[in-house]
């Protein structure tokens, strides 16, 4: 019986099939950028509210873990942008939003921006430009969902 | 596909099971969306009048949490199938 099927898939045309996605994984989600944009926020606020003049070594500790975090996190927020950025938007996503690329290039300099900088602005600016992006994620996925019904 | 298919498993997909019959839930089939070729179970059968009894089809992998399938490519249609698993080998 097997020597029989052997046969078969020879003479028979072959493909490949794929059963999995490992790469790719087809799991897309803004959320982790936004809560990593939200932790910068909350950082630069927490930095701002430590005592300026005669720190403690406790209020030093405190800047250090925060400015860590507020950096790591800064950090997640660009590799997770990228990752929307490059993997989930596609080239037919830009009938959609012609300013896609301009959008992501400048919330991945402002990841960057508050990298460097300790600013209540820039994190905010950081914010509204991730929820523009989740916004523009469930646009193209009620799009993908309407043409899919 | 694990464990019902190992990676580079050979399968026998044949296309005659469908001229007699419909996929039915739980059949494993192959089908082409933008010129890929899955495999996938028949998870879910959608018929509705205004499809004038054409049905659509969910399909899911067996490995839900790293299966990309109907919850991402959406609903099949009965076209885009090419066959059922009948062998594996």
């Known amino acids: 019986m097997m020597i029989l099927l052997r046969s078969l898939s020879k ?3 072959t493909y490949t099939v794929y059963a999995h996605c490992d790469i790719p994984c087809g799991i897309y989600d803004p959320k982790p950028a936004q809560i990593a944009a939200s932790t910068v926020l ?6 701002n509210d430590l005592p300026k003049d005669n720190p403690t070594f406790g209020d030093r500790n405190s800047f250090v873990r ?21 993997d989930y938007f596609k080239s037919e996503h830009i009938s959609l939003f012609p300013n896609l690329h301009e959008i992501f290039w400048k919330a991945a300099k402002l990841c960057s921006k508050n990298k460097q900088e300790v600013s209540l602005e820039s994190a905010q600016e950081l ?5 523009e992006i989740a916004s523009m994620f469930a646009n193209a996925e009620a799009t993908l969902n309407k043409k899919s019904s | 596909m694990e464990s019902f298919l190992l990676n580079n498993q050979t399968v026998l997909a044949s296309s005659p099971p469908f001229i007699f019959s419909k996929p039915k839930v739980g059949d494993v089939v192959v089908f082409k969306v933008d010129n890929i070729i899955y495999i996938k179970r028949v998870k879910e059968i959608y018929t509705s009048p205004s499809l004038r009894g054409a049905s659509r089809y969910f399909l899911e992998g067996d490995n839900k949490e790293d299966s990309l399938d109907s919850r991402k490519i959406g609903w099949i249609s009965r076209k885009q199938i090419l066959g059922k698993i009948v062998f594996k080998f």
């Open chain 1, 127 to 131: 914010i509204k430009a991730v929820d």
């Open chain 1, 11 to 13: 003479l028979l045309p």
């Open chain 1, 66 to 86: 925060m400015v860590v975090v507020k950096e790591e996190h800064a950090r997640k927020c660009k590799e997770e942008l990228l990752i929307l950025w490059t």
């Open chain 1, 42 to 47: 909350k950082m630069v606020q927490k930095i």
